[in-house]
């Protein structure tokens, strides 16, 4: 037997006294690296902390469901405060003052376009192209959200002038919030689709600051309405993202934002 051979058997074997079951085999470096490149693609497709530090709900949620039913209504409702509430995000005691408003219509086009016209401060934040896609989306759901910017002390900028009293080399003193949500159902076009999973999918949406440009990341509730949707309630990662992105410093900036939430995600796969 060669010496080599020899060091690489004695090296493979449990030293004496040592119970063979108990061994444990560590991950290997190119696996890690795999797990982490696939929640990187995630966090990617779900268009979050992409150019903007992530934005999130810091007053509480309160959502309210029109054009169905009461019953179909609160089925909605309780799912995105169940959501909020496993995510850690704010949920507001009923009654509360909306600002998550899901509106199912048969003509998802044509309510679209009335609202932003109608009410464009509720879009200001959207680029023309954004707009655009909204609009003439194909997309059962399509959604948008009102943001501002504010201290971290929930002081909202002025003139975009945000007044600070302490200074930080890690914080960058600016925290963006959600104000407000619209979430657009076209029940002819998500028409078979179960409610439940309707539901899920706008709690994702509502909660989250994403981006509905890019593919919806797989192993997603996003991708309910492809070919072949593999989830039709919220994945584990769908979770870990949300709770990544309510237990993160909100004040940071969005390559910093993006690596926590690829951590969380990842962590969410073991």
Not at 77 to 95: L, Q, S
Request: hydrophobic content about 40%.
């Amino acid at each position: 037997m060669s010496l080599f051979i020899t060091l690489a058997l004695l090296a493979a074997a449990p030293a004496a006294g040592e119970d063979p079951d108990s061994i444990i085999v560590t991950g290997i470096p190119d696996a890690k690296r795999e797990e982490r490149k696939r929640a990187a693609e995630f966090v990617r497709r779900a268009g979050v902390a992409q150019l903007e530090p992530v934005a999130r709900w810091i007053a509480p949620v309160c959502p309210r469901t029109l054009g169905v039913a009461a019953k179909i209504a609160g089925i909605v409702d309780d799912r995105i405060r169940e959501v909020a509430t496993a995510a850690g995000a704010p949920v507001a005691p009923t009654p509360c003052t909306p600002n998550i408003a899901v509106i199912f219509t048969d003509n998802g086009d044509g309510l679209t376009r009335a609202i932003l016209d109608k009410s464009p401060r509720l879009a200001a934040s959207l680029s023309s192209t954004e707009r655009e896609r909204l609009v003439q989306g194909d997309g059962p759901i399509r959604w948008w959200y009102g943001t501002r910017d504010e201290s971290r002390d929930g002081m909202p900028t002025t003139d975009g002038i945000l007044k600070q009293y302490n200074s930080s080399i890690v914080s960058t003193q600016v925290v963006r919030a959600l104000r407000s949500a619209t979430v657009i159902v076209d029940a002819e076009q998500a028409d078979g689709t179960l409610l439940d999973a309707v539901a899920s999918y706008t709690a994702m949406v509502a909660l989250a600051e994403l981006n509905s440009d890019p593919p919806p990341p797989k192993d997603s509730i996003m991708g309910l309405f492809g070919d072949e949707p593999e989830h039709r309630s919220l994945s584990g990662k769908d979770m870990a993202l949300l709770r990544g992105i309510y237990s993160l410093p909100p004040d940071r900036e969005a390559y910093q934002h993006r690596r926590r939430l690829v951590g969380a995600v990842r962590k969410g796969e073991e």
